[in-house]
């Protein structure tokens, strides 16, 4: 993988939009969403020069869509069905690549294929004749039916008129024939009419594939029958839903009222243990009040620690002072007792005798 280099304002971004490719030169982009928005501007890349454009247009330009299904036949592009997300787009439209101008081929009404998102559509011939085929899509509901469009020669300046929408039971073909009345009849008056001109002008097309598809007139008697299958097939598919629904809603009863019970079952659960948490609290209060009298406790017995300890050092300081008292008062003593020893010849002279002691000594 690599990335391109563009010039030009490229498409805003999107998704669910539809591209051509014409003259093997330039791709073409229409419509498309993003979120809440549907586009309907056309943009052009030329891819030799890979630029980005938005050429003018002729004709109606296309409402706003999204989902929508496209397929060339020559020089003409066809977009199919599409939403606008409100309701389907009925209008099927064609663009002539060369000189971008817009037709409205038909408009259909109801809840029909051709108004469907998301279907699938491609081009074939069959017998001569031009087809689209396309398969599926939602309009409401999911749908498998195939659905096939006969096209008549396209020529710019052309209108549509007079189209017949053959409706089948679903999963079969239904067919849009189409008849083409020229806005220029003057031209027509003067020039040799040829066979695609002939073709043209039919005022309706025969349908034949090897008797797989038959052309079936429109009358009001058969449309009205249509139209009652197509109310009984839609009534059916409403009851069906109906039936869904209603069993989906017993069954979101049920998971209702499961639930209601778990919820009473939590609140009991938490109420006991709101208690059970209650009770704690009140013995971590318990607790901390008990560690708060021995933390005071501890607090008093560090004091009184404090007090012995200086005691202690008082006695030892008593003790000390006592032992040097002590040995002053000794020394003091025998001080005294060597004074009254040594009388001297005042002794002798007063005729105090010496002490024994003292005589053995001398």
């Given at each position: ?71 060339t036949v020559g020089e003409n592009w066809y977009i199919v069905g599409g ?165 989906t809603l017993n069954r979101e009863g049920l998971q209702t009222v499961q ?16 208690k059970e948490l209650q009770a704690v609290r009140g013995q971590l209060a ?77």
């Open positions: 993988m690599f990335a391109l280099c563009f010039r030009g304002t490229p498409p805003a971004p999107r998704s669910d939009h539809v591209a051509a490719c014409h003259a093997d030169r330039y791709l073409l982009i229409f419509g498309g969403g993003s979120h809440a928005t549907c586009f309907n501007d056309l943009h052009v890349l030329d891819l030799q020069t890979m630029e980005w454009s938005r050429p003018k247009q002729q004709g109606p330009i296309p409402s706003p869509r999204a989902g929508h299904a496209g397929a939403g606008n997300n409100k309701s389907g787009v009925s209008e099927t439209l064609v663009l002539n690549m060369s000189t971008l101008a817009w037709s409205v081929v038909s408009t259909v009404e109801g809840r029909v294929p051709l108004a469907s998102e998301g279907m699938t559509l491609l081009y074939s011939n069959y017998s001569g004749e031009d087809y689209l085929i396309s398969f599926g899509g939602y309009n409401g509901r999911y749908s498998n039916e195939v659905t096939g469009i006969l096209l008549i020669i396209y020529m710019p300046g052309n209108r549509f008129q007079n189209f017949n929408l053959l409706f089948y039971s679903a999963g079969q073909v239904y067919a849009l024939k189409l008849s083409v009345k020229l806005d220029l009849q003057s031209s027509t008056k003067d020039q040799p009419t040829s066979d695609s001109t002939s073709r043209v002008l039919e005022p309706e097309v025969e349908i034949s594939q090897d008797g797989k598809i038959r052309e079936i007139a429109m009358d009001n008697a058969d449309s009205k029958n249509r139209n009652d299958e197509a109310n009984e097939q839609l009534l059916a598919a409403l009851k069906a839903e109906k039936d869904e629904l209603e069993a639930l209601k019970e778990e919820i009473t079952e939590a609140e009991a659960r938490n109420a006991e243990l709101t318990a607790e901390q009040s008990r560690c708060f009298k021995l933390e005071v406790d501890v607090a008093e017995l560090r004091q009184k620690l404090q007090s012995l300890d200086a005691l202690e050092r008082e006695v030892e300081l008593l003790r000390r002072q006592k032992a040097a008292s002590e040995q002053e008062q000794a020394a003091l003593d025998a001080k005294q007792k060597k004074q009254a020893g040594s009388g001297g010849v005042w002794g002798w002279l007063v005729g105090t005798p010496p002490d024994d002691d003292d005589s053995e000594s001398s």
